[in-house]
């Protein structure tokens, strides 16, 4: 599984990147929101990982890292 990947290259001491298209969701496209994968990821494949979140539209102060 690629979670289990990043896992392995986080163990590392490496940095590991996951894009999504949209930031949020959307009817017309069938594609992963960064907002929700984001959540998600952090609740369920990547729990325990120290996760950020960072797109176009958000303004400098509201960026986060977890």
Same mark, same amino acid.
Do not use: W
């Given at each position: +599984?690629? @979670? $289990? ?6 163990? =590392?001491?490496?940095?590991? @990147?996951?894009?999504?298209? %949209?930031? $949020?969701?959307? =009817?017309? %496209?069938?594609?992963? =929101?960064?907002?929700? $994968?984001? $959540?998600? %990821?952090?609740?369920?494949?990547? =729990?325990? %990982? ?7 539209? +958000? ?8």
């Amino acid at each position: +599984m690629v @979670y $289990e990947r990043v896992r392995n290259e986080v163990q =590392a001491g490496r940095q590991v @990147y996951i894009v999504c298209p %949209l930031v $949020e969701g959307s =009817a017309k %496209l069938e594609a992963k =929101a960064a907002t929700e $994968e984001f $959540e998600r %990821l952090q609740a369920e494949d990547l =729990a325990g %990982l120290r996760l950020g979140l960072l797109h176009g539209q +958000m303004a400098a102060p509201t960026r986060r890292t977890r």
